[in-house]
């Protein structure tokens, strides 16, 4: 029998089919790994939640969860922002969407002003600042000597509220080019209704209406208007702001992660509302003219 030797080239050959198919067995092996390790829990990820708020007449706060992922009941609580544990979560399973948590005075001493947040796992899940459901009591007038008093009411200067007080006051502009601006976490307990010059509300609230007759509108920082907004203008809504009505203008509408409790009027084109960062509303609606718009205006302040 003749057996036949193997060349250098059949040697050549075995070496690189072995290498070859060692290459693919560890291919193969690590991405079997891979997908073993994705499909576990062997990579922690952190706690996220969508989180809404509900301020009741009685004082009570319900919050509950629009979405959550990889959250526990254990070690989620609500506390003030100054770390004072208001209450845990209830239940000690996985949170999900529909969930709530309520908390009262008892389970801590908060109030108009204050910041609730939630955490979760160590993990700050969110902040939300109390507004209240009933006007504050102010501590000062148009006539008294506070941000606002009767001089600075009268003259042409711009009106700014920014010392943290609640003032009792119907701003009306009827002819200067005036500004007003509130911001720092002021309150304004009255309407402001201007024919001239830009609104702004930063990190305040106002409880009453707001309308801009010629200039523009703009609220951040979990600014709040208790009532509508109207400018013959631009309204520019964004950082977690709430309008507890409708919003009406003549020029552009950009809401961008807000609630507006209501509809929205707009006379320009849909191009000129724009709707982002997951705000809510109530519908959007086109008005013919800018007459129509003032009439549903004179409507919403009777």
Not at 21 to 39: I, K, R, W, Y
Not at 56 to 69: H, L, M, N
Not at 247 to 259: E, F, P
Request: glycine letters at 10%; one cysteine or more; hydrophobic letters at 30%.
């Amino acid at each position: 029998m003749n057996l036949r030797r193997s060349s250098r080239d059949d040697r050549g050959v075995s070496v690189v089919v072995g290498t070859v198919l060692l290459v693919g067995m560890v291919t193969m092996g690590m991405a079997v790994l891979g997908a073993a390790v994705l499909s576990t829990d062997l990579v922690d990820s952190p706690p996220r939640a969508d989180l809404v708020y509900q301020e009741q007449p009685s004082g009570e706060v319900i919050i509950g969860i629009e979405d959550a992922r990889s959250l526990s009941g254990d070690g989620t609580y609500v506390q003030l922002q100054d770390g004072s544990e208001c209450r845990e979560w209830p239940s000690s399973g996985a949170i999900e969407s529909g969930d709530t948590i309520t908390i009262d005075q008892t389970d801590c001493n908060f109030q108009v002003g204050d910041r609730l947040q939630v955490v979760g796992s160590q993990t700050l899940l969110d902040t939300y600042r109390l507004r209240g459901t009933s006007p504050p009591w102010w501590d000062y007038s148009c006539a008294a000597d506070g941000p606002l008093t009767s001089t600075g009411m009268a003259n042409s200067n711009d009106v700014t509220i920014d010392t943290g007080d609640t003032v009792e006051c119907d701003f009306t502009s009827s002819s200067e080019d005036r500004n007003f601006d509130i911001n720092n976490d002021s309150a304004l307990v009255g309407d402001v209704n201007t024919s001239a010059g830009d609104i702004d509300v930063d990190d305040a609230d106002v409880y009453g209406y707001v309308i801009a007759g010629g200039n523009d509108i703009t609220m951040t920082d979990e600014a709040r208007i208790t009532r509508f907004v109207y400018s013959d203008g631009n309204v520019d809504i964004d950082g977690d702001s709430t309008v507890d009505g409708p919003v009406l203008a003549t020029g552009s509408i950009n809401v961008d992660d807000s609630t507006i409790d209501g509809k929205i009027y707009y006379t320009g084109d849909s191009d000129d509302v724009s709707i982002s960062g997951g705000a809510t509303h109530d519908g959007l609606e086109k008005v013919a003219s800018k007459s129509e718009l003032e009439d549903k205006v004179e409507e919403l302040r009777s």
